[in-house]
């Protein structure tokens, strides 16, 4: 059995972390912090940012379910006994809570 590790390094630059507080500089890190900034504003760079992410509407299950029957029918539009109700009232003499009458 081969196990190898697989990890994510640490960044070169930390950032201040709510948690833990200002992060710790290096004479290391703050030269690749001043070539980071200056390689940005010579265009070598493009800096990082976060794509948008789009917001999911409020009535995100209305929607789900529109999508999901537009195009098929349901089991309520193939119950052959509309006037049943649901499975609660389709278990022969079986009433839930109270057994059998």
Do not use: C, R
Not at 43 to 48: D, H, K, R, T
Request: hydrophobic letters at 35%.
């Amino acid at each position: 059995m081969n196990l190898t590790y697989v990890g994510i390094p640490a960044p070169e630059v930390l950032e201040d972390d709510p948690w833990f507080g200002p992060a710790p500089f290096t004479e290391k890190s703050v030269a690749l912090k001043k070539a980071i900034e200056q390689a940005e504003a010579d265009f070598q760079l493009i800096p990082e940012y976060e794509e948008p992410q789009p917001k999911e509407p409020e009535n995100i299950h209305e929607v789900l379910y529109q999508i999901a029957t537009q195009n098929v029918a349901t089991t309520l539009s193939l119950d052959p006994l509309p006037s049943l109700g649901g499975s609660e009232n389709f278990q022969e003499s079986w009433m839930s809570g109270v057994g059998f009458h």
